[in-house]
C-alpha cells in the first residue's frame, strides 16, 4: 500500500513565489573590451592566412623551401598563440567605468 504524505496540520501545502532578483541592466564587456577582441580576432585570422598557401606549381615536384618557411613554421603560429593571448586579456579586461559606478 502506498501511503501518500499529507502536510502539517496548520502549514501551507504549497510554496509561496518569490519574486527573482533584479539585475542591473548593463551589458556584459565595455567598448575597449570589443575593441580588444576585435584586435585579437584580426591577429588570428592573419596568422591563418599567413599559414595557408603552399601550392607548387608543379605538383610532382617538393619544394621544402616553400613548405617550411619561416613565414609558416614561426611566424604565423606565434601570431595566432598572440591573437589568443589577445582574446583572453580582452576577455578578463575589467571596464573602468563600471567598477567605478558600482
Known amino acids: 500500500m502506498a501511503t501518500t504524505k499529507q502536510p502539517a496540520p496548520g502549514t501551507k501545502a504549497t510554496k509561496a513565489k518569490?519574486?527573482?532578483a533584479q539585475r542591473p541592466n548593463t551589458?556584459?564587456?565595455g567598448k575597449e573590451n570589443y575593441k580588444w577582441m576585435a584586435i585579437g580576432l584580426i591577429a588570428v585570422a592573419l596568422g591563418l592566412i599567413?599559414?595557408?598557401?603552399?601550392?607548387?606549381?608543379?605538383?610532382?615536384?617538393?619544394n621544402p623551401s616553400e613548405i617550411?618557411?619561416?613565414r609558416r613554421i614561426t611566424l604565423a603560429?606565434?601570431?595566432i598563440l598572440g591573437g589568443?593571448?589577445?582574446?583572453i586579456f580582452a576577455i578578463f579586461k575589467s571596464d573602468k567605468k563600471a567598477t567605478d559606478k558600482a
Open 18 to 20: 518569490t519574486a527573482p
Open 27 to 29: 551589458p556584459l564587456f
Open 50 to 62: 599567413l599559414m595557408g598557401g603552399g601550392k607548387s606549381k608543379d605538383p610532382n615536384v617538393f
Open 68 to 70: 617550411y618557411s619561416f
Open 77 to 79: 603560429p606565434i601570431l
Open 84 to 87: 589568443f593571448v589577445i582574446e
